[in-house]
């Protein structure tokens, strides 16, 4: 029971007035609101903001009088739950615990305090009485633990003297017969309709054996003209039989200011609205008479008293753990994402997380790169990663490969596919991640002619083409270069966008690949050629290195539409890049640190393109721009990154697509969407001269033999 400002109780004649305090009731949904507030609105932003929470009058003896918040309390302008009375709060939202602690309290009381007594003054409050309602919160919230420290305060000014209690309450039946009880029910709630209100927190009573009227507080003069007799109602949340709630404190200091000098005594009913086995009742509401303290008009701001006190009835903050009853994959998604919006707060505020997160991204291979892919798309809060690999895991992987451990190894070995979801999954449950056992068929590696092969190759071509319809970004993350041939047809046909991360031993290469656009959509302009110095990229290089940049082929301000893909590069058809080779040469030997660049890498080049406007449309930026000013809000678009990790140095070559690519050419694309399967297997059956021949290489690779040997003659007849 709080008393402040010298109420002390003493003998009945002397009996000073105490008013039960307000217990805070902040709901979990108000702490899950302040969350996605301060994530996602406030982020710094300490300035104050405008909450709301309620009353009730109706709880059951013994029940504390509860302030409530939930999670509808930021809505100023919401709707308030039925027989509930409104309270207008202001929010302070700290951004350390420090600031928390070392808030000036009370000058935030008593700045609120001098707001409510300029009410007082000028008759503010006289015409909107729910200004004696107000409230403070101050709060901080430990968004990695989900400790939540407030503090609750509803301010309310104190006589010096206290209030004399000139007839003890009583119980409303004990003054009131039935039927002005009855008139009471009607009239109060007669009120609520005119004002459009849930409740009415203060209200002017007149009554007679015959008849009861109210009226709200702003009709004071035109309400009692004549009585010399003044009640006045409260809505009272409090549920003690002998005590009012503390709504009841500033109304008293209102009346007394306003009206002191011309009253004796106020009596007072404190409206109680229980419903009791399905029966409204107001018979426990009370009524009493008190003589109140004159206010001098030249008076200054009273004092104020109103934080509350903490569990142990100290002053002191209260502090909420919501951790151990959220659920705690829900807990994980909200901190996943709690470092992506950390970001927008200070460094990158026009970051558009939702493209991001919402995008839909498929992992060919779910090796070296795959898995240091994986793990950058989680970290940037990618939910759908779908994986597609057909071989299983080996003793050499998990040293290399974070998402595998050894006892993946045993037994012949995981399927890489499975094994990575299951690996997913168990990082963070909110992945939702699928895997794929499965080929991607080659050129160079014929498919034999028996009914079942011929049909699983299908099967699997099939397969593909609906995985890559299913998903937005597609990553070429396979140990050859003559496995990313397919996955290239597809994706440039369905217009997806594509990127392409290859090692070599010291080296990388991470590529967008040109974006199509529908052929009436195309600008005009001639394609580039390939320099002939990368047309032994294919035979040169070891299996899923990068072929080397074109030195011709280097331009800058290319749209996304016209850039080469990684096929565009070279004059040589892929082909079956593991035959006759060592097993150095088989596999891809690194340097152990260049694949998690490389994933990095890839994984933050599509981050960027969804970041700008055109998305896989932008025009590529180059070497050259990195000293201009940045396309998007986290730097640079390029085409490529080359990397060279002996020199540690990066390159952002740009090079325009190739009219005769084996890959992304119109003729090769028009013969894919026109046979289908039918095309993909001669591709898969022949060797690379069928795609040369198509595609006009052969021409080509001719027409520069013989501008050699004309050369060479040239050169002999000097």
Known sequence: MASGCGEAGSAAADAKL???????ALEAGFWHQLTQKKLNDYR?????KCIKGYYYNGDPVGLPMRMTLEFSAFEADGPTPAHCCPAVGTLYNTNTLDAFKSTDKKGLLEKEAKEMWDAIQSGTAVKDPSILCKFILLTFADLKKYHFYYWFCFPALCFSEGIKIIQQPSPLDQVFSAKQITALQGAYDGLCTKMGATAVPYFLIKYSDDALLVAPIGDWEIFFTQSKKVTVGVYDPCTLSQHPGWPLRNLLVLLSYRWGATLETVEVLCFRDRTLQGSRSVHHSIIFQVKLPELPHNSACPKSVGWEKNPKGAMGPRMVNLSECMDPKRLAESSVDLNLKLMRWRLVPSLD???VVSTKCLLLGAGTLGCNVARTLMGWGVRRITFVDNAKISYSNPVRQPLYEFEDCLGGGKSKAMAAVDRLTKIFPGVNAEGYNMSIPMPGHPVNFSEATLSQAQRDVEQLEKLISEHDVIFLLMDT?????LPTVIAASKRKLVVNAALGFDTFVVMRHGLKKLRADQDTGEESSPSCASSSSSSSTPA???????GSSLFSNIPGHRL????????????DSTRDRTLDQQCTVSRPGLAMIAGALAVEMMVSILQHSEGGYAVASSSDDRMNEPP????LVPHQIRGFLSRFDNVLP?????????????IVLDNYKRDGFSFLSKVFNSSHAFLEDLTGLTLLHQETQAAEIWDMSDDESI
């Open 564 to 575: 080469g893909c990684y096929f565009c590069n070279d004059v040589v058809a892929p082909g």
């Open 44 to 48: 710094l932003d300490e300035s104050p």
């Open 481 to 485: 270069r003559e496995s990313r041939w």
């Open 654 to 666: 740009a090079s325009l697509a190739f009219d005769k690519c084996t890959a992304c050419s119109p």
């Open 18 to 24: 105490q008013f039960a305090p307000f217990c805070s």
């Open 632 to 635: 998007t809000s986290l730097g």
């Open 544 to 550: 899923g290195s990068a072929p080397p940049a074109p």
């Open 353 to 355: 997380l939702d493209k």
